[in-house]
């Protein structure tokens, strides 16, 4: 025990811990030491340690290039601790010889030994995950009780909207078991996005959001209070009523904020005036708009779209309805429209987001690379007009700037509507 003390002591200045990774190296590639090694491939400055350890003088040295690894083994042999490369090896790196094709087959049998384990567990493991996520489970060396949990979830999945905690305080015990910051939990969501079928809007949401509809799939929501839209004028179909709430709502003429759980559980939506629905991304203009407009359907989708955004505009689209989107003329409201209109080809047309608008709500914006970038994949023919204004001028637009003509083009929209439906368009409720 001393002695191999002593031998780390002696070996532990950093010459030595080259000279072992670089023999430990060569050896996992080609089962060989190799006869020479170039002493300019080691980083270290400090050679010395390495000299007096072989015995060369200070003139030999001066003109020597490499050692031999004979030369080295010797050295080994003749010290006062008698060890061999791979002993030296093992003492200095701590990592015993192993050939790269042994060290394969070994991880190869490991990872078809944990599929197996997790496999008898639940095959729903194997259905549902890559092969780099399980690797990825492989190499954390997770405990089979963290899969045990998630497949007693994911065999016990709510079949109506249940908040997380709570399944997961149903499931385990533990309300937190299936928190993302966890093992259970990020494993519990790696799977069920395996199993999820996201529909084209679904797959342009942010992360955080695309977290939400692969839980909302799966009747389970993880903050459904928070995440809200505010509206006005939609009436909402649960069964075969009318809700009485988005009723109220309409004949008060109020702007409510309505949770996601609210949304997920209608089973239509439709505008309590007319047939057409207004998104505005800016609060303060969708503000400005209910007073202009006290019996239109507006929507304030508050910049980027959130999950309840997102899932409200999937309803609507379902039933007949006209939707138009305004936002900002700045390279994340054009992305916006943009993803829109991919995502609702026959329902949404996009207003006030046109170079005739642009040319009167422009005004100087430093806009950063990465910013421009954004409108690259840009398609729609408005769209692209806009961007190049946007690039050639380096300015941008913003709502504030347009409202006057932004009333006009909601007063022809509402104007032509009403010629052709009639006065009294309400939904009779």
């Known amino acids: ?179 993302e910051t966890t093992q259970t939990g990020q494993l519990f969501m790696q799977v069920l996005a395996g199993q999820a079928d996201l529909s084209t809007s679904e797959k342009e949401l942010s992360k955080t959001e695309e977290k939400h509809a692969v839980l909302s799939e799966a009747y389970l929501l993880k903050d459904d209070i928070k995440n809200n839209v505010s509206l006005r004028g939609l009436l909402a179909k649960k069964g075969q009523r009318w809700d009485g709430l988005w009723q109220q709502a309409c004949q008060e003429n109020t702007s409510w904020n309505v949770p996601l759980k609210e949304v997920l559980s209608v089973e239509k939506l439709q505008p309590y005036q007319g047939n057409s629905v207004f998104i505005i991304e800016n609060s303060g203009i969708y503000s400005i708009l209910l007073e202009e407009f006290p019996r239109a359907t507006f929507v304030c989708s508050s910049g980027q779209f959130n999950y309840t955004v997102w899932t409200l505009l999937r309803k609507l689209a379902r039933s007949n309805v006209s939707i138009y989107y305004c936002g900002d003329l700045d390279p994340e409201g054009l992305d916006m429209a943009q993803r829109l209109l991919d995502s609702f080809p026959e329902r949404l047309k996009t207003i006030g987001m046109t170079p005739d608008f642009f040319d009167k709500g422009k005004t100087t914006k430093e806009i950063s690379e990465p910013r421009l970038k954004k409108m690259n994949r840009l398609t729609d023919p408005n769209l692209q007009l806009v961007a190049e204004q946007i690039r050639t001028t380096n300015m941008v637009a913003y709502q504030e700037g347009t409202i006057p003509e932004l009333i006009q083009t909601i007063e022809e929209i509402l104007y032509n509507e009403t010629n052709t439906r009639g006065s009294e368009a309400f939904v009779d409720v």
């Not at 990774?21 to 030491?33: A, N």
């Open 1 to 179: 025990m001393s002695e191999t003390i002593e031998a780390k002591q002696y070996f532990k200045a950093p010459i030595f811990k080259q000279v072992a990774k670089e023999l430990w190296r060569r050896y996992y590639k080609t089962s060989s030491f190799g006869r020479s090694m170039g002493l300019n491939r080691f980083e270290t400055s400090d050679l010395e340690p390495l000299r007096i350890f072989l015995g060369v003088s200070l003139v030999d040295w001066k003109t020597k290039k490499t050692i031999t690894v004979a030369q080295f083994q010797q050295a080994l042999n003749e010290s006062i601790f008698h060890l061999d490369i791979a002993d030296f090896i093992l003492l200095v790196t701590k990592r015993s010889l192993v050939l790269q094709e042994e060290e394969q087959a070994l991880k190869k049998q490991a990872f078809q030994d944990f599929c197996q384990t997790i496999e008898q567990i639940s095959p729903i493991f194997l259905e549902n995950l890559s092969i780099k996520q399980l690797q990825h489970w492989h190499e954390q060396k997770v405990n089979v009780a963290v899969f045990e949990k998630v497949a007693q979830g994911l065999e016990n999945l709510p079949t109506e909207y249940t908040r997380l905690p709570v399944f997961a305080y149903q499931i385990t015990g533990n309300p937190h078991a299936f928190d």
